[in-house]
Every structure is written in structure tokens, then in C-alpha cells.
């Protein structure tokens, strides 16, 4: 007995040892990654959590677990894998297939304003003189004046001075008393003088050919126009710099219309436009991008652009309501069906035919998206970055009945995915 009780001392001791032994060779979590290759940490119950360092589970607190780059690299080179739908499967399910093939890339951008008077065709009449209103040619808005045209006449003693210095200085003229080189600029400043005050130079022919001074100034229209505003009667005193009469010339508008971001990317000066107004259904009209502004609005994330259209007819008027189209043109390059495009995430999911029933998926990198609109239906398509080729065929519709299929048959697990950082306490 006491033999037996000496040998099991001794097995407990070595057993102990043994397992101390274990422990000082075991690494811990914070050495295996030094031995293994990890891609990344996960833990065996719960294999979403990922950690590019050892630790505990988040969840549920056991050691995480080294994934091998090895295994990751395995997983990676799975994506190039086929799969198989039968041909039959396909027909019942209405699986079609697209080409990704070059093309024109047209887009169609929509966006509404309204419309401006384009401010080289206005002309406010302004008093230059103080007086009264003695007689009024134009009395109301809608008018249409040509240039050149009388609005009013304004009496004003202001008029009689320097009226009569330039009749002097035309007596002095011609009497050749004075070098005709001095006379010639006292003259043009006699002229600037009565400009100043907003005689005409028809006007200004008539009191040299008359020699008359006179105290009513003729105030003209400067353009050809409809009156828009026309507050002054007769009677009414006038001040230097008072509005008098406000004429417009309607033959060219403008429009400020605000794009998006991505849009704004797309147009450039010259671009044409259609213009529509609810004032005239199934009518359009021609605009032309004139100015892009050179700012985003921090908080709509659109840009103002600038655009011109004629209206040589005169049926659109200022703050009318518009509705704009620009047809933009982006060049050429490879194309696919918005609709045969699997989103993940940030990137693209398509399902590349191999003949005979046999399908592989495959990521791409797609840039915008466009809207053909010289189709005679809404077709919407994305240009191909990367990861497909001019020719291969990719399946157009039913691609989340495949993209299930591919799911039951293991061929899109971990597709896609990245280690992502979790902390671990």
C-alpha cells in the first residue's frame, strides 16, 4: 500500500509538471500571431467578428482563433469558381443575357428655373436734370417703343446754361478768332456736357443747327423694347437720378438653372438645351449653356448654370416657370445593363456567362450611370471601369434568382467581403 501510495505521488508530479511544461510552451494570445500567418482573428462561434489582432470574442468572450493567409488566399482564388444553373432551370426562372459591348454614352439631365431678363437688354431711363414732367409719349407697361424713340420731355431750367455755352462756343468757332485745335476740345467737352444730362445727340444737331436754347429735354429710348414699368405722370416734379421709365428688350432671355454635383461634372459651355414652359404645352426651345458657376451650395449640393435662349418670337416672358433638358454626351466606352448589376456594398456583383449552363460571378468596377434618351424606352446602363471585357455576355435579368442560387450552392460565401476591425476588450 504505502508503495502504491509513493507511485501515485509521483504520476500526480509528473502530470503537473508535464502541464506546467504545456503552458510555458502553448503561446498565448498575445504570441500566436507571431507564429501564424494570420489574415486576420475571428472566433469559431461567431465567425462575423474579425480582428486584425488576438483577443477575446466581443460577444461572447472566448480567444479568438488565426485565420491563415493561406486559407484566406484559398478563399479568394473560390471566386473564380463556376457554378452551374441548368439551361432549363434558367429558362423557367426568364434569365436573359446581356453583352457588355462600346457604345455612345448619352445621358439625359433634368432640372426646372425660371426665366430672367438678360440685363444687356434693359434700359432705365434716369433724370439727369431737375424738373417737372411736361408730357408723356409712353404712359403705360406693354408698350412697345423702338430705339430712338421719344418716352417724354421733361421741362427744366437746368438746360439753358450749358445750352448757351455751346452756342458760343460755336459763334467763337466759326469766327476763327481761336486755334482751331483748342476748339475742338472745349467743343467735345460741351458735348460730354449735355450727354451728362441725358440730351440726345439728335438733340444736340438741332441746337446747332437752330442756335436756339430751349428749357424741354426730350428723353429717348435707348433700345428697342416694351415698356415695363412707366410710374411718372405729367406734372410730376423730377430729381437728378430719379427712375423715369423702364424699357426691356425681350429677344434674348437667360436662365439660372441649379444642377447636382455629378452633373454639373458633365456639362460644359456650349452645351445645348430644350427649354419648355407649362404657358406653352407640347412647344420648345432652344437654350445654350453660356456660364457654369464656380461654387457648390454646401447644403443642396448643386451648382448654378448659366443659360441663354432666344426668343426672337417674343412668347416667353421674364419669371415665367421653365422646364429644362440637357442632352449631354460622355463620350464613348463599355457598357452593361443598369439592371444586370448585383450591389455589394461599394462595389458590383455580375454574373458572367460560361456556356452550357455554367456561370461565374465576378466583382467590376463601374463608373456612372446614364439614361439614354434617344431610346424609345427608358434604358439605363453603366459604363464598365474594370473586370469585364468588350464581348463577354452577363446575365440581364433574373440575376437575384441566380444570386440565390449561387448562395445555396456555397459559391458566394465570404464573396466580397474584408476583414473589418472590431474591438476587443
Not at 187 to 202: E, G, K, P, S
Not at 319 to 334: Q, T
Request: charged letters at 25%; one cysteine or more.
Amino acid at each position: 500500500m504505502k508503495h502504491k501510495w509513493k507511485f501515485g505521488l509521483i504520476i500526480t508530479c509528473v502530470l503537473i509538471v508535464v502541464g506546467l511544461g504545456g503552458l510555458a510552451i502553448w503561446p498565448g494570445p498575445g504570441n500566436r500571431s507571431k507564429e501564424v500567418d494570420a489574415a486576420y482573428w475571428t472566433c469559431a462561434m461567431h465567425p462575423s467578428v474579425h480582428s486584425s489582432t488576438p483577443g477575446k470574442c466581443p460577444i461572447c468572450g472566448m480567444d479568438l482563433v488565426p485565420v491563415p493567409r493561406s486559407k484566406v488566399a484559398d478563399m479568394r482564388s473560390s471566386r473564380d469558381r463556376e457554378f452551374v444553373v441548368p439551361l432549363e432551370r434558367q429558362q423557367q426562372i426568364g434569365v436573359t443575357f446581356a453583352e457588355a459591348r462600346k457604345r455612345p454614352m448619352r445621358h439625359e439631365v433634368r432640372t426646372v428655373g425660371t426665366l430672367e431678363v438678360d440685363p444687356a437688354g434693359v434700359f432705365e431711363c434716369v433724370a439727369g436734370v431737375d424738373g417737372y414732367i411736361a408730357e408723356l409719349r409712353v404712359d403705360s407697361p406693354g408698350e412697345h417703343v423702338s430705339a430712338g424713340e421719344p418716352l417724354l420731355v421733361i421741362h427744366s431750367p437746368d438746360l439753358q446754361a450749358p445750352e448757351q455755352d455751346l452756342i458760343n462756343l460755336l459763334k467763337v468757332y466759326e469766327s476763327g478768332t481761336a486755334a482751331p485745335a483748342s476748339m475742338d476740345h472745349i467743343m467735345d467737352l460741351a458735348h460730354r456736357r449735355l450727354r451728362l444730362l441725358n440730351v440726345d445727340q439728335q438733340e444736340i444737331a438741332e441746337l446747332e443747327r437752330t442756335r436756339q436754347s430751349t428749357d424741354y429735354l426730350v428723353i429717348r429710348s435707348a433700345i428697342a423694347g416694351i415698356v415695363s414699368d412707366a410710374p411718372m405722370k405729367i406734372g410730376m416734379s423730377v430729381k437728378r437720378g430719379d427712375e423715369l421709365v423702364k424699357v426691356v428688350n425681350l429677344s434674348h432671355l437667360r436662365l439660372w438653372a441649379n444642377f447636382y454635383e455629378d452633373e454639373i461634372a458633365l456639362l460644359k459651355e456650349g452645351d445645348a438645351v430644350t427649354v419648355s414652359t407649362p404657358a406653352f404645352p407640347g412647344q420648345s426651345f432652344d437654350g445654350k449653356v453660356v456660364a457654369i458657376g464656380p461654387t457648390i451650395d454646401p447644403l443642396r449640393r448643386t451648382g448654378s448654370v448659366r443659360i441663354d435662349i432666344p426668343n426672337s418670337s417674343g412668347l416667353l416672358r421674364p419669371g415665367m416657370f421653365a422646364d429644362v433638358v440637357a442632352k449631354i454626351e460622355a463620350g464613348e466606352g463599355i457598357t452593361i445593363p443598369a439592371d444586370s448589376v448585383v450591389p455589394l456594398g461599394s462595389r458590383m456583383l455580375v454574373f458572367v456567362d460560361r456556356g452550357f449552363g455554367k456561370l461565374q460571378p465576378r466583382l467590376i468596377q463601374v463608373g456612372r450611370q446614364f439614361t439614354d434618351p434617344d431610346a424609345s424606352s427608358v434604358e439605363r446602363y453603366y459604363q464598365v471601369l474594370g473586370g469585364l471585357k468588350e464581348g463577354e455576355r452577363i446575365v440581364a435579368s433574373a440575376n437575384f434568382l441566380i444570386d440565390a442560387e449561387a448562395q445555396i450552392q456555397g459559391v458566394l460565401r465570404d464573396f466580397g467581403e474584408e476583414p473589418s476591425e472590431v474591438s476587443v476588450r
